[in-house]
């Protein structure tokens, strides 16, 4: 009896994992166990997933930086016995993040899924570089009488680091394979926020969300230990689709 049940178990998983990936050819279902989706939103971090396990204890959520090492558990699945599931992660790191689930059966077995990067949302026009012309009202609205200083150095947006349509901020530098490149963050009256001490590749996403309000901030990029550039750059309160 014990047989058929497990048979059955079976049967049932894999006619889920075919439908969920028919499903999600045409767009409307995420990976099914042990693959899942990590989607870089506004601000946050979606992680999605089909599952066919019924008797799971609890589903852990796991961040790195390096996709090897230092995995820590940021939060567990609300509801981890549901076939569809989902996970916000509110406060994602500056840098790549990569994540994996710890799943946890109800007979004390448990099993790590397959590590995912986060990458950006499809859905959202992240590749348009916001000018000044898109931002000028929100800025005058958070900034006063302050904005008249921006107006007067005439801003533009660097070529390096700036923000897009999503909100979030874009570091792209072409060579960071071949030199090495160091970020400083400010608040705009100069406070220090954090660094980044080494780009190691030539594009990198920072989520709005760590800078944790809206309104202008002052980086500084080093080339070789050498100020390249020492500008700024507005994170709005919304984003444009």
Same mark, same amino acid.
């Given at each position: 009896?014990?047989q058929?049940?497990?048979?059955?178990?079976v049967?049932?998983?894999?006619?889920?994992?075919? %439908?969920?990936s028919?499903a999600?050819?045409?767009?409307?279902?995420?990976?099914? %166990?042990?693959?899942?989706?990590?989607?870089?939103?506004?601000?946050?971090?979606?992680?999605d997933?089909?599952? @066919?396990?019924?008797?799971?204890?609890?589903?852990?959520?796991?961040?790195?930086?390096?996709?090897?090492?230092?995995?820590?558990?940021?939060?567990?699945a609300?509801?981890?016995?549901?076939?569809?599931?989902?996970?916000?992660?509110?406060?994602?790191?500056p840098?790549?993040?990569?994540?994996? %689930?710890?799943?946890?059966?109800?007979? @004390?077995?448990?099993?790590?899924?397959?590590?995912m990067?986060?990458?950006?949302?499809?859905?959202?026009?992240?590749?348009?570089?916001?000018?000044?012309?898109?931002?000028k009202?929100?800025?005058?609205?958070?900034?006063?009488?302050?904005?008249?200083?921006?107006?007067?150095?005439?801003?533009?947006?660097?070529?390096?680091?700036?923000?897009?349509?999503?909100?979030?901020?874009n570091?792209?530098?072409?060579?960071?394979?071949?030199?090495?490149?160091a970020?400083?963050?400010?608040?705009?009256? @100069?406070?220090?926020?954090?660094?980044?001490?080494?780009?190691?590749?030539?594009?990198?996403?920072?989520?709005?969300?760590?800078?944790?309000?809206?309104?202008w901030?002052?980086?500084?990029?080093?080339?070789? @230990?050498?100020?390249?550039?020492?500008?700024?750059?507005?994170?709005?309160?919304?984003?444009?689709?």
């Amino acid at each position: 009896m014990k047989q058929i049940a497990r048979i059955s178990f079976v049967i049932g998983f894999f006619i889920l994992t075919a %439908l969920a990936s028919k499903a999600q050819e045409q767009g409307y279902m995420p990976p099914v %166990l042990p693959a899942f989706s990590a989607s870089i939103k506004t601000g946050k971090i979606q992680l999605d997933w089909i599952s @066919g396990f019924t008797e799971v204890k609890e589903i852990g959520v796991q961040r790195s930086l390096d996709s090897v090492l230092n995995f820590n558990t940021i939060g567990y699945a609300s509801y981890p016995t549901q076939t569809r599931n989902a996970y916000l992660d509110n406060k994602p790191l500056p840098g790549n993040n990569y994540y994996r %689930l710890f799943i946890l059966f109800k007979n @004390g077995r448990f099993m790590y899924t397959k590590v995912m990067l986060a990458l950006p949302d499809s859905t959202i026009r992240a590749d348009q570089k916001l000018e000044y012309t898109d931002i000028k009202d929100a800025s005058k609205a958070l900034r006063g009488k302050e904005e008249e200083n921006v107006e007067k150095v005439a801003w533009h947006p660097s070529n390096f680091i700036y923000t897009t349509a999503d909100g979030n901020i874009n570091i792209k530098v072409p060579d960071a394979l071949q030199k090495k490149y160091a970020v400083k963050f400010y608040e705009s009256n @100069g406070t220090f926020l954090f660094d980044i001490e080494h780009l190691k590749g030539p594009f990198l996403i920072l989520e709005k969300a760590i800078f944790m309000h809206a309104g202008w901030f002052n980086f500084e990029l080093f080339e070789e @230990g050498k100020l390249k550039e020492k500008w700024s750059f507005f994170i709005p309160l919304n984003y444009r689709q």
